[in-house]
T-cell receptor, first 116, second 113 residues
Framework: KQEVTQIPAALSVPEGENLVLNCSFT??????LQWFRQDPGKGLTSLLL?????REQTSGRLNASLDKSSGRSTLYIAASQPGDSATYLC???????????????FGQGTILTVHP | DTAVSQTPKYLVTQMGNDKSIKCEQN?????MYWYKQDSKKFLKIMFS???????INETVPNRFSPKSPDKAHLNLHINSLELGDSAVYFC????????????FGNGTRLTVT
């Protein structure tokens, strides 16, 4: 059974710092990994999707890496801003006969607070 | 706005009642999902429909019945509500391919008293 763990559970940093969020998964038979952001009272916003054939994906100040063999992904946030404060979740697909796209196992998230 | 929208945003009801949550997407996706986020913020898939056909049905009590009248809509009906059903229910959608990211609605916070 796939298990996804995110470390740290919470992180508080001053504005302007570069930071790294970690995600680990137990079953490396995945075809992608997604990073989401969840704001209080809101839904999840997809940030980055890394396919298993890729090592990195970048979007603005965000960079996500994937190492399938070691079961790890990191989300790097450069020059953090108060607006980055949110819960960040990673998720991997549950592979069941290759037909259950969108069936994801989520980590429990890292609560990020960026203070001015 | 292009989005996944679900109603209502909040739902407070008593045990034993029946309630429905509605979801609509205008992203042109052919697959829709219901996820449940419990009090510990743990997200778990409940159901998925592709082109109105049920393709994922997790171990969910049969008091929960999804319905998809067309590929842009997915509703969730819950019978005989119990205290343990209190959670945030998220609708999501995607294209039916392995590398299509999921787009989520803003959630419906269900409180059963």
């Amino acid at each position: 059974k796939q298990e996804v763990t995110q470390i740290p559970a919470a992180l508080s940093v001053p504005e302007g710092e570069n930071l790294v969020l970690n995600c680990s998964f137990t079953d490396s038979a995945i075809y992608n990994l997604q990073w989401f952001r969840q704001d209080p009272g809101k839904g999840l916003t997809s940030l980055l999707l890394i396919q298993s054939s890729q090592r990195e994906q970048t979007s603005g100040r965000l960079n996500a890496s994937l190492d399938k063999s070691s079961g790890r992904s990191t989300l790097y946030i450069a020059a953090s801003q108060p607006g980055d404060s949110a819960t960040y979740l990673c998720a991997v697909p549950i592979i069941a006969g290759g037909t259950s796209y969108g069936k994801l196992t989520f980590g429990q998230g890292t609560i990020l607070t960026v203070h001015p | 706005d292009t989005a996944v929208s679900q109603t209502p945003k909040y739902l407070v009801t008593q045990m034993g009642n029946d309630k429905s949550i509605k979801c609509e997407q205008n992203l042109g996706h052919d697959t829709m999902y219901w996820y449940k986020q419990d009090s510990k913020k743990f997200l778990k898939i409940m159901f998925s429909y592709n082109n109105k056909e049920l393709i994922i049905n997790e171990t969910v009590p049969n008091r929960f019945s999804p319905k998809s009248p067309d590929k842009a809509h997915l509703n969730l009906h819950i019978n005989s509500l119990e205290l343990g059903d209190s959670a945030v229910y998220f609708c999501a959608s995607s294209h039916y391919n392995r590398n299509s990211p999921l787009h989520f609605g803003n959630g419906t916070r269900l409180t059963v008293t």
